[in-house]
């Protein structure tokens, strides 16, 4: 089924405990902001329920608040206010139990039960306030249990109209939620098509393939715009590549202390530091790029102090080393100055269900080195060998014409090993060193791929209404 131009418009209400830029943990808070502008502009109507975490509550970000409604559900009194953010209308769910009264959006032990008062009390504040969406999108393991409570105590009961469709961001956290989500809702997603082939097998899935579908994420091209970024003093295009990330890179190597100031590659890495981005192989790349003559900048935030030690160690290790940088926070404003800063991106996760980093990093003229798995794989096409594949799935070419366009954007490696990275790692190293030309074409042909929702949200709108008729 298309989105002709001609049907109405849908009412789409996602219910989610993240949004960026005000509450975002990972890519699922960028999705439910970007998805939401994206579906918005083709003409839809597009609301987002939030828990109100106190912590948000001074952000500059946030418009003017207004009081919405107030009932009495689950033993407390729920206040909901409503407030415009990036342009679309929110509304926060705040219990008078003090339950979202933290300094994170993940708080530990007791999240599942925050998260399912937080579902219900969603779900309570539609009834009470007479809505009826079209659709009920809701996200990962944390909104999972809107599927089954909407169906089995609220669809009976006055809120008849809504289907609900679920998105899986990353199916490594609550799977008996996820699963029961799958079987409750009327369609499911994950965000590339090789993470849905990846994990469609899994026993809480596989019952249920004909209602799933995988959408690659897409970004927000506003807030990651190299021609208009506040955060980058010269702004440049395809055309002024070089010059644009010469200017950056002086930027962030006064920022960051960088004392050595000769040509060299800039690899930066930008990632929650967890197991799933692959630890050990982000660690070899910082001593490969040394050994290859680059310098390295590590912006990263890791939840685990184990693993926040092992970087420690290697920070120590590497200090007093000119070309070396590690910051170990969540920093926005930086990570737009690395991706206009770095030569190449490295992207090396174990798994990964759509990955941002390398889509973002494209969009300033970063060359990704990823792990090809799951969405990397979808984005990343390898310079050697993905000329046929690059060609089809981005300028949908016929057989004949694959080998004359080039599409292909990066270098890609399959296995977990040094080694393996190192096999895509030199390559772009030998790239850049002795032919910096090809090189700068490359950053310039990236720079020009479509990596925005456009596509992605035409996408959703099929499945919003493939559910609503099903
Ligand atoms: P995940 O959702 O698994 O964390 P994604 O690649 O989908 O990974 O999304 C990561 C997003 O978070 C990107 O927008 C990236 O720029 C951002 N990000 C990750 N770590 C940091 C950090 N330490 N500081 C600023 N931004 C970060």
Request: aromatic fraction near 12%.
């Amino acid at each position: 089924e298309g989105s002709k131009l001609s049907e109405p418009g849908l009412y789409i209400a996602q219910i989610a405990v993240e949004m960026a830029p005000i509450c975002k943990v990972g890519g699922l808070g960028d999705v439910v902001t970007a998805l939401g502008r994206a579906v918005k502009e083709q003409g839809h109507h597009m609301e987002i329920i939030l828990p109100r975490y106190d912590f948000f509550l001074q952000s500059p970000l946030l418009g003017a608040t207004r009081y919405e409604t107030e009932f009495d559900w689950g033993g407390c009194r729920v206040f909901v206010s409503s407030c415009t953010v990036e342009g679309l209308t929110c509304f926060f769910i705040e219990p008078q139990n003090g339950m979202f009264h933290h300094s994170g959006v993940y708080k530990g032990n007791d999240d599942a039960v925050r998260f399912d008062f937080f579902c219900k009390a969603a779900l309570e504040f539609l009834l009470q306030t007479g809505r009826q969406p079209d659709i009920l999108h809701c996200h990962d393991w944390s909104t999972a249990g809107v599927a089954q409570s909407f169906w089995q105590d609220y669809q009976p009961y006055g809120l008849w109209r809504p289907k609900v469709v679920f998105t899986i961001h990353n199916a490594d956290f609550g799977m008996a939620r996820l699963g029961s989500a799958a079987h409750h809702c009327q369609r499911f997603t994950t965000v590339s098509p090789s993470y849905a082939f990846e994990i469609g097998g899994l026993p809480a899935f596989s019952g249920h393939v004909s209602k799933f579908f995988g959408i690659r994420n897409g970004i927000d091209t506003d807030i990651w715009d190299p021609q208009n970024d506040p955060f980058l003093a010269r702004h440049y295009g395809p055309e002024d590549v070089v010059e644009g990330k010469r200017a950056a890179r002086i930027a962030l190597r006064n920022t960051l202390g960088l004392t050595d100031w000769e040509d060299r590659p800039l690899v930066g890495v930008i990632t929650r530091l967890t197991a799933q981005k692959g630890i050990q192989l982000i660690k070899h790349g910082a001593w490969r790029t040394r050994d290859r003559g680059g310098q390295f900048v590590l912006l990263g935030s890791a939840p685990d102090p184990k693993v926040q030690a092992e970087f420690d160690g290697l920070a120590g290790q590497m200090s007093g080393d000119a070309n070396a940088a590690f910051c170990f926070s969540f920093d926005e404003p930086l990570s737009h100055l690395i991706y206009a800063a770095c030569d190449i991106v490295l992207v090396p996760s174990i798994f990964e269900p759509c990955g941002l980093t390398q889509l973002i990093a494209m969009r300033y003229g970063t060359i990704p080195v990823v792990r090809s798995t799951g969405g990397l794989h979808d984005t990343v096409f390898d310079v050697d060998w993905d000329k046929g594949r690059a060609a089809w799935e981005l300028e949908g070419c016929a057989d004949w014409q694959m080998e004359q366009i080039d599409a292909t954007n990066g270098f890609a490696f399959d296995g977990t090993d040094a080694g393996a990275l190192d096999s895509a790692l030199n390559r772009a190293f030998d790239a850049y060193w002795n032919d910096r030309q090809w090189f700068h074409s490359l950053q310039a042909r990236v720079m020009r791929q479509d990596w925005s929702w456009a596509r992605p949200a035409l996408d959703y709108i099929d499945v919003y209404h493939s559910a609503m008729t099903s």
